[in-house]
């Protein structure tokens, strides 16, 4: 039986989606404001933007792999105007690798890849991170969501998710050219694009 992760767990890769199913269903109601919460606000910042690098413009259509909440597709949709297209489809982290081939198969030559994800942050900040990501974080969630595992999990799939540096050569490794990333709030999270060219 194949196994994966769920946070530091490992578990059979069957179970995974019903897990990761779980703590979404969990947090669901309270996602907004605790995405506030969390980061202080600044994700609004960061989703704005990596919108803004997709560069998408009026009757363009766009394609938001793992969009969740649909943060970014709304954004996208203001971009586009009632002329384009946005689809949303979320996927498990697990299948990152087949994903960005997927996005780059289904590019017009000049499209772009777009990926907002938290990633590793600068060394300077590890222990602040640390601290507030296992212990203030659950506490928040108890408090605000009455969920403190869920969102202890949320914290250990962060540190499971490939950093800058690996996930840039993902993407090359999908066949994207001029891939690049920026830093966003310490490396607390990174947008990353590359091109089909």
């Known amino acids: 039986m194949a196994e994966t992760h769920f946070g530091f767990e490992t578990v059979d890769e069957k179970d995974k989606a019903k897990k ?5 269903t969990s947090v ?16 609004r910042v960061w989703k704005r933007f990596a919108v803004g ?6 009757g363009q259509r766009v394609l938001d792999v793992a969009g969740g909440s649909a943060d970014l597709s709304r ?3 203001k971009a586009v105007g009632p002329s ?14 087949a994903a960005l081939r997927e996005m780059k198969r289904v590019l017009k030559p000049g499209g772009r890849v ?19 990501s296992f212990k203030l974080l659950p506490k928040m969630g108890e408090l605000i969501a009455n969920d403190a595992d869920s969102y202890r999990y949320l914290a250990e799939s962060i ?10 050569q993902m993407m090359i490794d999908a066949g994207l050219e001029r891939v690049e990333y920026f830093n966003m709030t310490g490396g607390v999270v990174a947008v990353h694009r590359g091109y089909k060219l």
Request: aromatic share 8%.
């Open 159 to 168: 540190r499971m998710h490939p950093g800058q540096e690996e996930l840039k």
């Open 114 to 132: 777009i990926v907002l994800e938290f990633s590793k942050v600068a060394k300077p900040l590890e222990k602040a991170y640390d601290l507030y």
């Open 28 to 43: 669901a109601s309270k996602y907004d404001i605790m995405n506030d919460l969390m980061s202080v606000g600044l994700h």
């Open 53 to 58: 690098l997709a560069n998408v413009h009026t």
């Open 75 to 77: 954004l996208f949709l």
């Open 84 to 97: 384009g297209q946005v689809v949303l489809t979320d996927i498990n982290n697990a299948m990152l690798r």
């Open 20 to 24: 990761v199913a779980g703590v979404f």
